[in-house]
């Protein structure tokens, strides 16, 4: 197939790239780079089946040649770059989700939106299943990434059910791995960071809060398993492990072999309590479950950041 995806230089997407590579199709990867790099796709320049188009897709941009599939994956992501980058972020999660759904639709392609586990706010039921609806703050600082979100998988449903396009919706839970940015403001990347540096690791509140992390290649074989579905409503991809962020942080510390104390601040705005997916869908429906240990995941996370 010949797929385009949106925020190709970005964590996920350049991982994605890789991915769809592999499996033998042609890649068009476009982005702006507000938040994505190319260094995450430097590896990918010369492929004969690879390009990188220097694009915003809230707007119009050039495009020849046919389509198959269209991933849409561009996004601020973290804090630090939503909050930055407030307007964009809402933008993409609105224009640049019409425009691509547009653009699906002209070519008979199939469409994939990656959504968040942010949909689910603060949540009250846990884990989470697919069915939940949420407990969003709508105009709380985070509600820029999480309104867009919610937004374009109502857009996206529009489109299945009014046109007939060919849908999937991913809400992906926690992720990490190589090709994070460090000073994203994401709990893995700051305590990595702090860790190899010698600083404090900041823990918020008194860091029972728990999350659940998925390494990146575990994830982006969900994608793809999730691509070649049929299925048009929400499927979660995450890893069902919980840990509380205390616990994350000794064990990043551990690992490190650093000597770095913790250090505890306020919790911020709407910072939810608990966070792991219920991914009973995604097992009967994929045949899809996290592979990589998290201490396997880190280790190689640690050895990419040093």
């Known amino acids: ?11 996920v997407p350049s991982h994605m790239c890789d991915r769809l590579l592999q499996e033998g199709h042609e890649v068009v990867a476009v982005d702006n780079f507000k938040t994505g790099r190319r260094q995450n ?29 269209v991933l849409h994956l561009a996004s601020p992501a973290s804090p630090v770059d939503y909050l930055n980058f407030p307007i964009e ?28 586990s942010e949909c689910y706010g603060d949540p ?8 939940y609806w949420g407990n969003v703050n709508p105009v709380g600082l985070r509600s820029v990434y999480d309104e867009a979100k919610r937004f374009s998988e109502a857009l996206t449903m529009a489109y299945h059910r009014k046109h007939g396009l060919r849908t999937r919706l991913a809400r992906i839970f926690n992720t990490y791995g190589p090709r994070m940015k460090l000073n994203d403001g994401r709990v893995v990347p700051q305590f990595l960071d702090q860790a190899l540096r010698g600083q404090p690791l900041t823990v918020y509140g008194d860091g029972s ?19 070649h579905s049929e299925e048009p409503f929400p499927v979660n ?4 492990n919980e840990i509380t962020i205390l616990e994350f942080a000794q064990r990043i510390l551990r690992l490190t072999g650093a000597s770095s104390s913790i250090e505890y601040r306020a919790l911020p705005e709407d910072d939810p309590k608990q966070r792991q997916p219920d991914i009973t869908k ?4 994929l045949g899809w479950e996290p592979q990589v240990p998290l201490e396997d995941g880190l280790r190689r996370t640690i050895e990419y950041f040093s």
């Not at 991809?237 to 069902?240: C, K, R, T, V």
């Open 89 to 116: 972020t809402m933008m993409v999660g609105s224009l640049g989700t019409k425009n691509l759904l547009d653009l699906a639709l002209a070519h008979n392609a199939g469409f994939l939106f990656s959504s968040t």
């Open 282 to 285: 995604a097992r009967t429906l």
């Open 41 to 69: 796709v430097a590896h990918l320049e010369g492929h004969p089946r690879f390009r990188l188009l220097q694009a915003d897709v809230t707007g119009p941009f050039p495009l020849e040649g046919r389509l198959d599939y």
């Open 237 to 240: 991809l995450g890893n069902p």
């Open 1 to 11: 197939m010949r797929i385009l995806v949106s925020g190709g230089a970005g964590f």
């Open 209 to 227: 809060q728990t999350r659940s992390f998925c390494y990146v290649s575990d994830l982006v074989d969900g994608l793809y398993r999730l691509m």
């Open 124 to 131: 009250t039921e846990h884990p989470q299943k697919e069915s």
